[in-house]
C-alpha cells in the first residue's frame, strides 16, 4: 500500500483525505460521477497523482474534465477498459484503481444487454487482472443498490443483503460484483465495493430522470413518467457522492461494501417531475404518464449506517441539490444542447416513440 497523500493543512472536515494511496487510476473519469470525483480528488490541498482512463463513449465527455484539464497531477488516457494492453499501460502507473467505468443507464440496458456485459462484466475482470498482477494497495469497484433489486417497504437494504438485480444493467452491475469478490477471495485483491443510490447533478447526460426531466422542461417538451409515477427512488447529490466514494477509499475496510445513499424517504417519480416543473417555472401538462418501464423496480432504499459511522453524511437536500441543478442547467446550455442531437435522438426515438404521449421528437 502506497503512503498516504494528504497534509497537514487539510482541514478537519477533509481529514480522511490523508489516508488516498498517492496515485490513483480513475477508470470513467470523464463521465458524470467519475468527473466529479476527479475534481474532488484534484481540489485537495495536496492531491494525489490522478489518471483518467476512458474509452469516451456517448456518455463520456472530456468537457465534464475541463477545468482540471491543465492541472500538473492529471493525466487523461484514452482506452477501454476490455483492453488488456490499454489497461495494463494506465494500471502500471498507479498504486490504486477506483472503477467508475460502465454503461451505466437501465432503458439502453433493456434496448442491448450486451454492451453492459461487456463493459461492466469483462471489463471489470481485465481490470481485476491487471490489479492482481500488479499487487496494488486497493481495487474500489463504483457499484450500485439496483443490485439489491426491488425491496418492499418499510425494509431498507443493508450491505449484507443477498442480490437480486433484476435489469440487464444491474444484472451486469451484479456481475462485476461477484468478480471482485472472487478476486477477492481466491488471489486476494484488496477489493472495497461502494453501492451508490440514485445520484444527480451538474454533467450528467440527460438521459436519467432528473436531468432529461430538467432539459426537457427548458425545451417545452414532454416528461415522460413511466407508469404512474409512484416508483421510488433515494436521490443524492453527485458531490456527496464522489466525496463519498473518496471516504471509502481512503478509510474503507477490504473485503467490505458500502451502501451511499441520501437514506431520507425515498421519493417518486410524481414528486421528482413536479418539482422540476415548479422550479423551471414550466407548464404542469408537459408531465405525462406513458406506458410503463419493463421489469420496472418499484423501490430502492438504503440504509446507510455504515457511511454515517465513518463520518460521512450528506450535505445537500434534494431541494437544495435540485434547486442548484437545475440553475446549473440553465445556465450551462452550452454543455447540453449539443449532447440533445443526433444520436442522442436516435435513443430517445427507440425508447420514447412505443410509449404513448412521449410527445414529439426531432
Ligand atoms: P456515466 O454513464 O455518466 O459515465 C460512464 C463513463 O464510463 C463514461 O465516461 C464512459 O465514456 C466511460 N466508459 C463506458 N464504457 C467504458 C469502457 N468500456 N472503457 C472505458 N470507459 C468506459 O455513468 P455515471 O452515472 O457517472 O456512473 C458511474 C458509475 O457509477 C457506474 O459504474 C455506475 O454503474 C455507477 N452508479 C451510477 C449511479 C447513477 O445514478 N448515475 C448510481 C450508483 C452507481
Ligand atoms: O439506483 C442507482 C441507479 O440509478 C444507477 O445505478 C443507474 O446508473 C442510474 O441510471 C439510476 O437507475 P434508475 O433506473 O433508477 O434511474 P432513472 O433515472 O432511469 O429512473 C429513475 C426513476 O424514474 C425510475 O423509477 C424510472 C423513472 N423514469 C425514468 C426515466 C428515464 C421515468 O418515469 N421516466 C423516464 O423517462
Redesign the pocket.
Known sequence: MAEPAGSPGLGAGESWAQGLPLRILVTGGAGFIGSAFVRLLLGLPDPPQVIVLDALTYAGNLANLAEVADHPRYRFMHGNICDPAAVEAAVAEVDCIVNFAAE????RSILDPGQFIQTDVFGTYVLLEAARRHGHGRFLQVS???VYGDVEAPRLSTEDDPLRPRSP?AAS?AGGEMQCRAYHATYGVPVIVTR????YGPYQYP????P?FITNALEGRAL???GR?T?V?DYLYVDDHARGIAMVLARGAIGAAYNIGQGDAPID?QT?ARSVVELTGSDPALVTHVKD?PG??LR?ALDTTRMRQMGWSPTRTLASGLEETVRWYQERRDWWEPIKSGAFWDFYRRNYRPLAGAGPVP
Open positions: 451505466s443507464h437501465v432503458d450500485t443498490d439496483e444493467y452491475k451508490g443510490s440514485n445520484t438521459e436519467k430522470i432528473i432529461l415522460p413518467l413511466y409515477g416508483a427512488r417519480g421528482v418501464r420496472h423496480d430502492y
